[in-house]
């Protein structure tokens, strides 16, 4: 399992890249800079992907699909470019982040116009119906990134915030990307089930990408490890610890959120402790039971070579490493 | 002149603020509470008064007028969050800025907050139409904001770039305020002329603007003065020196781009070499000849009681000191 399970898609994410091109476009030299910075550093593109193959198994017009995704795409680029900004990253997918080679103000500013690329793209989709989703979330996943930020070192964090956080900052718009082209397919009655797919697997996602900040290798995920705690974040394994009393995990999540800073030490420390409660395993279990919930409404769909590719990524999703 | 004048739309505004309200709303209270910063420290509402004014113009449905308008306050009310962050004010119509109450992080994550609720109140308007130009405004709008921060401190300054960089940034949501009732109307033959007339009251809005930077007091704008040099920014008394190959002007600007501040000597001697040039004078007859324009276009309309109080609101923009 790996990047490979995109050639089939080869042709359709070569439009997707076409598209943000002509999309991000713009006769100023002064964005245009920063734009090839953007187009350079992409990423899997697995939201477009997923819109692609829902259209396909919807039997939904293929290039009105590819717009959608491509949407999504530069919606959740523009919330990584802000993110990067808050975060001070300096890296992300092993390359330099743009507030790293610019500064900040000039990325938040590239970020909104990003952003504004992105609803110019979604108007010319050309559907009131699509805008409505669109906008709605795009609102839910800016207050998802925007309640996770202000919900940070607050103790003792709790699984029901967790959940309403990475439901509004990356389930939504999974649901979205799955639901978008089914909905104005002839395959109409099937966008709710598509829906709810695209937020099991967000969940999937989300929950995979938490436990990595605590697995993963600094070089293959190409950012640091352990941000999310120093960050104020406790994310799934850690509120199971909490959830089942781990009075050494709770400690030490404490010191971190007063100190909002992590020794090495208790880095090496929290992992151990999570590992060894078998807390990480536990929540790749639960992800891997929000596939399971994707593959049972999936079962609707028509058998065909996108569902197969989908099953494949979904797969993927929890088997990945980086 | 002053803000009586917005007296006779007492009724409308009232609903401008209560459909901001609702498009705000969320339920969650860590974003209530930067909402409620928002609507406190409202400000002139100058663009839903002219969609109003240009829906009663054209004899376009009120309720729509006022949705246009809210749309374009937002999104102006979003770009002015993300500009203080940048300028990092800590003041702005005489009160607290949101990154001065909270921080430069989660006052980014919530401009996108007041932008992604704008597109969506702009979905609501049910025009595809309209959605067309109110993203074509808003990519403009940040593309211009982007531009600005990428010429800052560029030497020499030129009117071509400070032309294109305002009407990016202000004219043209000036324009689409005009143009988006009247485009809709039963007179939508006038669309074309109501954006040249909201383009050039936007040209006239921002020489005006900048000029009070250098002439209006601190207490009347609610922000310090002289702030636009310190920040790179040639505006047009500076480059109307440029082009009267001014060299105390131009000195002077040279030492404050070079050494990115200014001194309260190198201020004081700046005001009066602008005044003693009369290149603010010149200025302000430049903002009048916009406004002489934009009247000349408004004469295609109709006389009624909405062109009389455009007309009263022109010449507000040209005479406020504030």
Redesign the interface.
Known sequence: VGIDLFNPLKKELYAVGELINRYLE?E?P??TELNNHTVQKKGKRLRPAISILFGQMSGYDVEKAIMMGTCFELLHTS?LI?DD??DNAETRRGQQTHNNIWN???T??????V???A??L??DI?S?LV??KI??V??E???G???Q???AFKFPPTREKYYQIIKMKTAVMFGGCCELPVMLSDNCHLSENARKIGEEIGYTFQIIDDCLDYTATDKKLGKPKLIDLKEGKATLPVLLAFENNDSDVIRITKDIFENKDISHEQGEEIVTLLEDGSYIEESFNIARSHVKNALHYLEEFPDCQAKTIFKKICQFIVERDF
Chains 1, 2 share one sequence.
């Open positions: 713009i100023a002064e964005i919330t802000h900004v808050i900040n103000c000039r938040v500013l590239y970020g909104d116009f952003f504004s690329s609803m110019r979604a108007v050309g009131l805008l409505d906008s709605t795009t609102r996943l800016v207050s990134e925007l309640l930020l202000s919900n």
